[in-house]
């Protein structure tokens, strides 16, 4: 990787960990990760999953609901909000500390509050389709279903989860102040969780039901930024076709058209590598001089340098 890119980094699940403790450990091993490419001059704008994070904070807040009915219920947009300042906490905290410790004292960090518009008229509003929470065994998982009436659903053969609506970003109203911000030469870290949902009802942004897919989110900032590469740091190093089968092939380079064809045959799971696939390929699409990469976080710097990952371009 030549001179300096406009690179998002959408960071997943394995880059926070499922726990306090988890998340405040990895996020150390996630900033040298995150400042290896700062150091190689590139620009860095991040975002981050919410996954565990926001069906760990609905739980707790649903909880003390349920202790004290004097406590109002939650919505899930507030506790997207409230991933996001945790998760950007940690972040913001752990890139800091590993800049400095690099003595890279010029490079200031900061978490954005991000708002995402999506359509009161997605039909994902009636499938919920995004697992959150931790996983359960079936029958903890029908248990929980009976009790609290959520869904639950198999997330790609790992256990089950709760799975709430996804609907599609529509538009990042915060988007000219992360382009300041950005612009600044500021690490920005945004559109945490996929972002806040929010339906607009005049001048009125109203929080919705949901939990945005980062990895959809994440794209639509990449074009918005006019980025060079949108990069999605995961637990695998590449896609597959024929995922967890003995006849398993690990995909390097894709075409746009070859996603979309594999897409369809149905190789990459729905709520966990489609959204990723579908994502890199909608930045791709965007323009002939960009490229998506899907990789594990810990194989960044060398998937840059295209040594590995799985790589889309038009
Ligand atoms: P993140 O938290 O990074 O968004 P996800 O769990 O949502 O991670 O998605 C990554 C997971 O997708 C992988 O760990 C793997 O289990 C699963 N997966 C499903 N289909 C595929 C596929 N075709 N190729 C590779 N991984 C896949
Ligand atoms: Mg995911």
Partial sequence: M????????????????NTLTEQFNAVKSTAKVIVTLIEAGHEVILTHGNGPQVGMIDGAM????????????????????MSQAYIGYDLQNALREEL??????????????????????????????????????KK????????????????????????????????IVEMESIRAIVNSGCVCICCGGGGIPVILEGNHLRGASAVIDKDH?????????????????????????????????WLDNMSVKQVKQYASE??????????KIEAAADFAASNHNRESIITHLNKAKEALNGNTGTHIKL
């Fill in 2 to 17: 030549k001179g300096k890119k406009r690179i998002v980094v959408a960071l997943g699940g394995n880059a926070l960990g």
């Fill in 62 to 81: 649903s909880a003390l609901t349920r202790e004290d009915p004097q406590q109002d219920n939650t919505p899930l947009s507030v506790c997207v909000a």
């Fill in 100 to 137: 400095l410790n690099r003595d890279i004292s010029n490079i200031p960090v900061a978490a954005i509050v991000t708002q995402v518009r999506v359509d009161p008229n997605d039909p994902a509003f009636l499938e919920p389709s995004k697992p959150i929470g931790r996983f359960y065994d």
């Fill in 140 to 171: 903890r998982a029908d248990e929980i279903s009976r009790r609290f009436g959520h869904i639950m659903r198999d997330d790609a053969g790992r256990g089950y989860r709760r799975v709430v609506a996804s609907p599609m970003p529509q538009e």
């Fill in 217 to 249: 989110a994440s794209a639509l900032l990449a074009k918005q930024l006019e980025a060079d590469i949108l990069v999605i740091l995961t637990s695998v190093e590449k896609a597959a076709l024929n995922f967890g089968k003995e006849n398993e092939i």
């Fill in 266 to 275: 149905g190789h990459f799971a729905a709520g966990s590598m489609l959204p």
